[in-house]
């Protein structure tokens, strides 16, 4: 069905370097491949050099043949692709133009202005292949993140593609989220649907894919067969760069720290919150969080533990107290003792360049040591750049540099993982135990079972409110 | 499958934005329509009781209830500077809460394809029609994305009475612009992929079409016409 034939790519935003580099491959129908690598190896090049987004949307070069159902994919427009190719994107925020869910499922036949009763039919079909029914005619906006991906996924499915493509459906996702993910890709695989799924957690759908092909450098490295894949173990996938293949929930790993630990703890006391006009969404009588140590919080979607962050650092006022040496805290009192990194960095950085960013955060302006923590965070060679012209791993480093910088004992981090390959996993994992080390107390929502056992010595789970 | 159908009709929701922004906003006709303006004044909040928007309605209505008696039992008493800001508060709340309030209702009980449909219907082309929805579909974003920036400006200590308080608007728009920009970069990208764009013309699986009650409405705005240039109801 898909034939590329040497084909290059460079990007006209980055002349210095090729994107692809002579990829050849060919991809049978039906097939479900996944794609791995890792970050900027051209994974998301490739797709959307099928998609059209390229040259569309992203300028570029092109050397080589794309051949999609036997003819060249230069010659079909944007346009004429929309029904024969979807795209399940990484973001679910960004990937819904409508305000309500089933408004959101019509877009797209309406587009290709299908008769009425054509995309009704169809809506009802994906609703119940997708088991979605209570998620149709609801606002967009009130949605968790792993229901957006699914109203992504079944907005595609109503167009009936024979090709999907999928851009780290699972980055932003959780554990049970990426299972329910699994089922839709099933259910396209099933119905015999051609699938590339471009992935850095690949432990979801790695018993899915007949086939996995790794990108090195905009290069084709591996090309692995089903019985390949099925032998494949960890450390052969670490020697590849790859993440674990082993879908472990992270709620299997919850373990409290020792009653004979020597270390001091942390009680906190009372955290409950309520948005408005809803049930509490979190409610702790007591915790204890030992210091000088990395501590998971894990738990499903809706266990409120990102608002459990926002409580404790104090972004949220509430009435629960923290009890540190003997000292009460309270929320105002918090804000100025506990660091929070966010899931997306892009909201709390704010100026322009990354040294700046690192200086604003020191309670006294010293550019010596401002220097000295991007060198302990990799980031000596761009500190003069713009912060928000960096990558999201690099947006990461310097939003945790600036957690070191303020000097505050108590960090906390919200998803530090999401999207990130293997080898930044494992640097933020290094920083983590390094920041341990120098005396901190880190608090991090996770569902990465790999980061959990790479650098948390508790796990704590957050259950649902009754 | 069938989406609940709205109470009014978008069109006869744009009609009464223009009546509030005109009769009750710009006290357009003077004091001889004091009549209508007072229901186009009352009617807002009934909407918003039909749309279950109490909070709201409750709390617009307290400011009102004040409004209507400092102008009544406090103004006329009052003298000098006093009765000169009471004036002008009572004047804004009085003209602009209404018109607020009925932007409210539209913007909250407007399902964007609704919308769409409506500018459909009245012949109005999709290069003004489609900026529009993207509006629609971005405030919401832009709330979402300045809360979580203030959130993390608070928690950094960067505010008023903080560090560095003479560069906050800097600090607050800077993410703003590139959180912003970089949704809409995406979801145009996602909407591309999804036909968006296509020469033909799209369908709207959304029905729409008028009521009971935009005759309800349209009747009263006849009359009001009416009165308005020949004095009397023939």
Known sequence: MIKFEHVDFTYAAAPEKKSLSDISLDIADGECLLLTGESGCGKSTLLRLLNGLIPEFYDGERKGKIIVSGKEISESKIDDLAGKIGTVFQNPRSQFFNVDTTSELAFGCENLALPEIEIVSRIQKTVSDFHIQNLTNRNIFELSGGEKQKIACASVDVLRPDLILLDEPSANLDH?????????????????????????????????????????????????????????????CEKYGLRSIKNISPLTLAKEHQENDSKELIRLTDFSYAYRGAKNILSIKEMTVPKNSVTAIVGTNGTGKTTFLECL????????????????????????????????????????????????????????????????????DHADRHPMSLSGGQKQRTALACAIASERSILLLDEPTSGLDLRHMLEVSEILKQLKEQGRTILTVTHDSEFIKNCCDNVIELSEVK | MEAKKSFLDPRTKLLLVLIEAVLVLATAGGERLWIFRLIFTFLPFLLLITAKRYGVCIIGGGIMAVTIFLDNFVFPYATGIIATTLLITITVITRFLPAYLMGAYVIRTTKVSEFKAAMEKMRIPDELTIPMCVMFRFFPTVREENASIRAAMKMRGIGLGGKKASRMLEYRLVPMISCTAKIGEELSAAALTRGLGKSRKRTNICKIGFGIFDMMIFALTAAMIIYRTVGVFV
């Not at chain 1, 957690?201 to 018993?207: K, L």
């Not at chain 1, 200086?359 to 060198?375: D, G, V, Y």
């Open chain 1, 176 to 236: 049970d989220s990426t299972q329910s993910l699994r089922q839709m890709i099933k259910c396209w695989k099933a119905e015999g649907r051609t699938i590339l799924i471009a992935e850095h957690r690949i432990n979801y759908v790695i018993d899915l894919a007949d086939r996995m092909v790794i990108l090195k450098n905009g290069k084709v490295a591996n090309d692995l067969g089903k019985t390949e894949i099925r032998s494949l173990t960890d450390d052969t």
């Open chain 1, 313 to 380: 650092c104090g972004i949220r006022k509430n009435k629960g107290r923290m009890i540190s040496n003997g000292k009460v805290y309270k929320s105002k009192a918090r804000l100025k003792e506990i660091f929070m990194v966010m899931q997306d960095p892009n909201h709390q950085l704010f100026t322009e360049s990354v040294l700046d960013e690192v200086m604003i955060s020191m309670p006294t302006e010293n550019e010596e040591k401002a220097k000295q923590i991007l060198n302990e965070v990799d980031l000596s």
